[in-house]
Nanobody, 114 residues
Framework: QVQLVESGGGLVQVGGSLRLSCAAS????????MGWFRQAPGKQRELVAG???????DYTDSVKGRFTISRDNAKNTVYLQMNSLKPEDTAVYYC????????WGQGTQVTVSS
């Protein structure tokens, strides 16, 4: 069974930082490349950052240089460090396998105020 629990969101001012965490069930984390996704109101969910099992990372252009994805294989946890936040980063953030499987978690709300 796939379980994904995101946390760490909140309200932050422009230029601020947040660190998101995602605890994933071993069944998904151990064997999958992982990703952070976001969905803003009225928009489709998009992949923001991905990380392979070996630690290779990739990012959508809008967050390059500001966001950093990492994973702790011992804890089945993936992180997203978000710096220099902008209002357009406001969204609900989710984690899943980079090619999503199973049900989505509840997500964590990130709101960036100007």
């Amino acid at each position: 069974q796939v379980q994904l629990v995101e946390s760490g969101g909140g309200l932050v001012q422009v230029g601020g930082s947040l660190r998101l965490s995602c605890a994933a069930s071993r069944s998904i984390f151990r064997y999958k490349d992982m990703g952070w996704f976001r969905q803003a109101p009225g928009k489709q969910r998009e992949l923001v950052a991905g990380i392979s099992r070996g630690g290779f990372t990739d990012y959508t252009d809008s967050v390059k240089g500001r966001f950093t994805i990492s994973r702790d294989n011992a804890k089945n946890t993936v992180y997203l460090q978000m710096n220099s936040l902008k209002p357009e980063d406001t969204a609900v953030y989710y984690c899943n396998a980079r090619v999503p499987i199973g049900s989505w978690g509840q997500g964590t709300q990130v709101t960036v105020s100007s």
